[in-house]
Nanobody, 116 residues
Framework: QGRLAESGGGFVQAGGSLRLSCAASGSLYRTSTMGWYRQAPGQRREFIARITLRGATDYADSVKGRFTISRDSAKNTVDLQMDNLKPEDTAVYYC??????????WGQGTQVTVSS
């Protein structure tokens, strides 16, 4: 089974930027539409962005225009550039295949904290 390792989270003031990276191992992720998700304290995990093998992207309304997803298929990585961060973006961020369920394998995630 492949593995997912998210990194790049941290503490930032509102209006700041962070770039998250996801290193995936295994052909499953290399040949899949990939996505980023987040889970805030006390809330369900939510979809925020996806990218197809051809590079087509889609975003949740809450991050559209502020976040940019990209991938490097050769390296099997998926990045998330986050600009103009808001306190409500505070969450643990995860990458996975598009439409991954809670029963699928998930990595440890990376914490993003945005102060007001």
């Amino acid at each position: 089974q492949g593995r997912l390792a998210e990194s790049g989270g941290g503490f930032v003031q509102a209006g700041g930027s962070l770039r998250l990276s996801c290193a995936a191992s295994g052909s499953l992720y290399r040949t899949s539409t990939m996505g980023w998700y987040r889970q805030a304290p006390g809330q369900r995990r939510e979809f925020i962005a996806r990218i197809t093998l051809r590079g087509a992207t889609d975003y949740a309304d809450s991050v559209k225009g502020r976040f940019t997803i990209s991938r490097d298929s050769a390296k099997n990585t998926v990045d998330l550039q986050m600009d103009n961060l808001k306190p409500e973006d505070t969450a643990v961020y995860y990458c996975n295949r598009d439409r991954a369920s809670n029963y699928d394998y998930w990595g440890q995630g990376t914490q993003v904290t945005v102060s007001s």
